[in-house]
C-alpha cells in the first residue's frame, strides 16, 4: 500500500482492510510523504473509523465533518491530517463549483471504504468521489467485483491520481479493464493467509440509531429517570437494573417500526460473506420475537436460519446442531447466549455476531470458543455491537477504564455489572445520586497524592514523576513562555517512531472548559505527525470540553487516568 498511489484493496471481509490503510496512512504520515487525507465511509461507520484510528495512529489529527451545514463549513477549515466524513455528508458539500469545500485542495490520498457505493458511475455520488483532485486514490471493499465489469469500471475510473483540470477516464469492460484491475488490485482469501493470521479478530462496531429508534431509546429513558427519581429512598438496584436492560433491548429493536441500525450493518455484512461461501453464528441474550433470537431469525428467512433457545427439549438441540452440521443450506445458527454459550462444537461457522453484549467476556469468550476451537480451518471473525450514545456505550466506557490503561479492549475476566460497578457509578449512568443507604463506602487512595493540597507546581512535578516511572523522557517548559505546555513528554513506540505528548495541566478544584482545551489546541504545531496534545485534570472535564478534545484528537486524562499512571 505504501508504494501504490492507485489502489483497490479487495481482501476478504474480515483480514483487517481499515487497520491496513491507517497502519499505511500512519506511516506515510510520519515520512512526510503526506500531509492530508480525506476518508469517505458509510455513515454507520464514521464512529467506528474514529476509534480504530485514535487506537492504531494515535498521534494523527482527525476532522470529522458533520452536523449542520455552518458546523461542516469550520469543520472543513480545521487543521487536521484525516478528514473524516460519510458519503451522504460529501454528498451535500461537494458540489460542481471548484471552490466546494472538499474540491478546494490537492489531497494527498482519498479513501473510499465500502468503495462499491460508486459502482453505478451514473449516480450523484459516483460521480462527484471522481471530481475529486487527488495525489491518491484507494478504494477499499470486501464485495469481489471480478465478475462485475460494470461495477468494476466504475470504481477504477476513481481508483487514479486526478490533477486540477483533469477528467476522470471513463473505462470500458474488456481485456483493457482486466489489465488495469490486475495492476491496481491487492486482495487476500482467508485461504490464501491463514498461516499469517491471528486465530481470531475481534471487531467492535460502533452504530448510530436512526431516527425513530432514538426518539424511543430517549423517551424510554426519560421516562425511567423520572420513575426512578419518584421511588425516592425506597429505590433498589434492582431497579436500575431493570432500566438498563429495557435500554438494551431498544438499542436492538425499536419497538414502533422494527427499525434496528444492528440488524441492517449485520444483513449487509451477512450477504458478503454467505456468497463467499461462509456461515455465521449470532448470539443475542434476549429470546423474544421482539428484541431477541426469534426476531432476528424472523428477519433472515433467506439464509434459512436455524435457532437454538433455552426452550428447545434435549433431543431438539441434538437436532438443530446436527442439522446445521450436516445441511450447509442453513447459513446462520442463531442462539441464545445461555443455551449456546457453552459445550457445542460449531467449527463449520467462522463468523461470530454478537448481537448486544452480555458485558462479561468470559461469557463472550466461551460463546466464541463454539466456532473458534480444534478443527476450525478459518479465522473466526467476532463482530461486537455497541450503540452511540446509549447506555450499551456509557457502560462499555465504564468498564474499559477500570480494567486497561490506554487500551480498547477488555481483558478475558468474569464481570458482573452489581458488583463491578458501584451504586455511584450505577445510578451515575442515568445522572442520578443513590440514597444514603446505598452508598458505598469510600476507599482509601491507593496512591498518596493528595491533589487538593497540591500547587500547581507541585502537580506538574507529581505528574512528571508518573510519567517518568513509564519510561517517557519528560521536560519542563519555561513558565514565562509556556504557551500552555506544561510538559513535553517523549517516547519511541513499537516500530521506533517518536511519540511527543505536548501537556497541559490544570489542578482545578472543578471540571475544565472548552477554554482550556482549545488553548492547548491553538498551540499544538499544526500537520506535525508524531505529536499529540494531552489536558490532564484530576477533577475531570465539562461536556463541552469534552467534545471539542473528541473532535480535534487531543486526549483528555482525569483522576482515574491518574491512578492508573501510578499502578
Known amino acids: 500500500m505504501l508504494s501504490k498511489d492507485a489502489l483497490l484493496l479487495t481482501d476478504d471481509m474480515g483480514l483487517g482492510k481499515t487497520i491496513q490503510a491507517i497502519g499505511a496512512l500512519r506511516i506515510l504520515f510520519l515520512q512526510r510523504r503526506i500531509e492530508s487525507c480525506l476518508l469517505i465511509v458509510p455513515a454507520s461507520l464514521v464512529g467506528q473509523w474514529r476509534k480504530e484510528i485514535h487506537y492504531w495512529a494515535p498521534e494523527l ?22 478528514y473524516l466524513t460519510s458519503y451522504e455528508t460529501f454528498r451535500s458539500d461537494c458540489t460542481d463549483h471548484s471552490q466546494s469545500p472538499p474540491r478546494r485542495r490537492v489531497w494527498d490520498v482519498v479513501i473510499l471504504d465500502e468503495a462499491q457505493k460508486i459502482k453505478n458511475r451514473d449516480v450523484e455520488i459516483s460521480r462527484k468521489c471522481k471530481l475529486l483532485n487527488r495525489q491518491r486514490a484507494w478504494a477499499l471493499t470486501g464485495t469481489p467485483l471480478e465478475n462485475r465489469e460494470d461495477d468494476l469500471a466504475s470504481i477504477l475510473e476513481f481508483v ?25 488490485q491487492l486482495r487476500r482469501k482467508k485461504q490464501d493467509v491463514l498461516p499469517q493470521l491471528p486465530p481470531k479478530i475481534v471487531s467492535q462496531l460502533f452504530l448510530s440509531m436512526n431516527s ?32 438498563i436492560m429495557k435500554l438494551k433491548q431498544i438499542c436492538n429493536f425499536c419497538p414502533i417500526d422494527g427499525g434496528s441500525v444492528k440488524f441492517d450493518d449485520m ?7 454467505v456468497s463467499e461461501g461462509y456461515r455465521a453464528l449470532i448470539f443475542s441474550q434476549f429470546t423474544d420475537s421482539t428484541y431477541g433470537a426469534n426476531a432476528i431469525a424472523s428477519r ?57 453484549r452480555w458485558w462479561n467476556p468470559a461469557v463472550e469468550l466461551q460463546a466464541e470458543g463454539r466456532a473458534h476451537r480444534l478443527g476450525q480451518t478459518f479465522p473466526v471473525n467476532v463482530y461486537k455491537y455497541i450503540i452511540e450514545d446509549t447506555i450499551e456505550e456509557r457502560i462499555e466506557k ?19 455489572l452489581k458488583s463491578k460497578l458501584s451504586s455511584e457509578e450505577l445510578f451515575g449512568l442515568f445522572g442520578l445520586v443513590p440514597p444514603e443507604h ?59 517512531v517518536e511519540i511527543i505528548l505536548y501537556i497541559q495541566c490544570k489542578n482545578h478544584a472543578s471540571p475544565v472548559g472548552v477554554d482550556v482545551v482549545r488553548a492547548l489546541n491553538g498551540v499544538l504545531p499544526k500537520n506535525a505527525a508524531g505529536i499529540r496534545g494531552v489536558a490532564v485534570c484530576p477533577n475531570g472535564f465539562t461536556a463541552d470540553a469534552i467534545t471539542f478534545a473528541k ?17
Do not use: C
Not at 429517570?225 to 437494573?241: A, D, F, P, T, Y
Not at 434435549?314 to 450447509?328: A, C, L, M, Y
Not at 480535534?552 to 491512578?563: E, K, Q
Open 551 to 567: 473532535d480535534r484528537g487531543i486526549t483528555l486524562w482525569d483522576r482515574h487516568h491518574l491512578f492508573e499512571l501510578f499502578r
Open 212 to 243: 425513530e429508534q432514538r426518539k424511543y431509546y430517549e423517551r424510554a429513558e426519560k421516562e425511567g429517570i423520572i420513575q426512578l427519581k419518584e421511588s425516592g429512598e425506597s429505590i433498589r438496584i434492582e431497579n436500575i437494573l431493570a432500566l
Open 267 to 273: 444483513l449487509e455484512r451477512l450477504h458478503i460473506l
Open 398 to 416: 465504564i468498564l474499559k477504564e477500570k480494567q486497561l490503561l490506554f487500551d480498547d479492549l477488555v481483558d478475558s475476566v468474569s464481570i458482573d
Open 438 to 496: 446505598l452508598k458505598q463506602p469510600k476507599r482509601r487512595a491507593a496512591f498518596t497524592g493528595n491533589y487538593a493540597e497540591m500547587s500547581g507546581m507541585e502537580f506538574e512535578e507529581h505528574l512528571k514523576q508518573l510519567l517518568e516511572q513509564k519510561k517517557w523522557r519528560v521536560e519542563t517548559t519555561p513558565v514565562i513562555r509556556d504557551g500552555g505546555v506544561d510538559l513535553i513528554a517523549r517516547r519511541d513506540d513499537d516500530i521506533g
Open 160 to 184: 487514479t491520481a486526478l490533477k486540477d483540470g483533469e477528467s476522470a477516464p471513463r473505462l470500458k469492460p474488456g481485456f483493457e479493464l482486466q489489465e488495469i484491475h490486475k495492476s491496481l
Open 300 to 356: 433472515l428467512e433467506e439464509y434459512n436460519p436455524l435457532l437454538f433457545i433455552g426452550d428447545l427439549s434435549p433431543i431438539q438441540r441434538d437436532s438443530v446442531i446436527r442439522t446445521f452440521k450436516e445441511n450447509r443450506d442453513h447459513k446462520v445458527l442463531i442462539l441464545s447466549l445461555r443455551a449456546g454459550g457453552q459445550g457445542l462444537n460449531l467449527q463449520d461457522a467462522s463468523y461470530v455476531f454478537h448481537f448486544d
Open 61 to 82: 489529527r482527525i476532522a470529522t465533518i458533520r452536523g449542520i451545514t455552518a458546523e461542516r463549513t469550520w469543520q472543513w477549515a480545521t487543521p487536521a491530517h484525516i
